[in-house]
Nanobody
């Protein structure tokens, strides 16, 4: 059973930073790819960033240059460093992992950017 647990969300002022973590049960080497998604109120869930072992990370245009996705294989954890946060970044952020064609999701962590 795959479990993904996000942490690190919270309230931050515009221009601030947060780092989200996604702790995975088991070895993250077993995942073909991992990513972060977000869903704002009244909007569809959207892809924020992806990371795999064979391709360079990818980012949504709206976060390029501000967000950085990374992972620590020894800790079975993926991260999303978010800098220069904007009010439009407010959303629930979800960790996602794919293995053998099956998608797994975390429960989400709320990020609120507001003064």
């Amino acid at each position: 059973q795959v479990q993904l647990v996000e942490s690190g969300g919270g309230l931050v002022q515009p221009g601030g930073s947060l780092r989200l973590s996604c702790a995975a049960s088991g070895n993250i080497f077993s995942f073909n790819a991992m990513g972060w998604y977000r869903q704002a109120p009244g909007k569809q869930r959207e892809l924020v960033a992806t990371i795999s072992g064979v391709r360079a990370p990818t980012y949504a245009d709206s976060v390029k240059g501000r967000f950085t996705i990374s992972r620590d294989n020894a800790k079975n954890t993926m991260y999303l460093q978010m800098n220069s946060l904007k009010p439009e970044d407010t959303a629930v952020y979800y960790c996602q992992a794919k293995r053998l064609g099956v998608d797994y999701w975390g429960q989400g962590t709320q990020v609120t950017v507001s003064s």
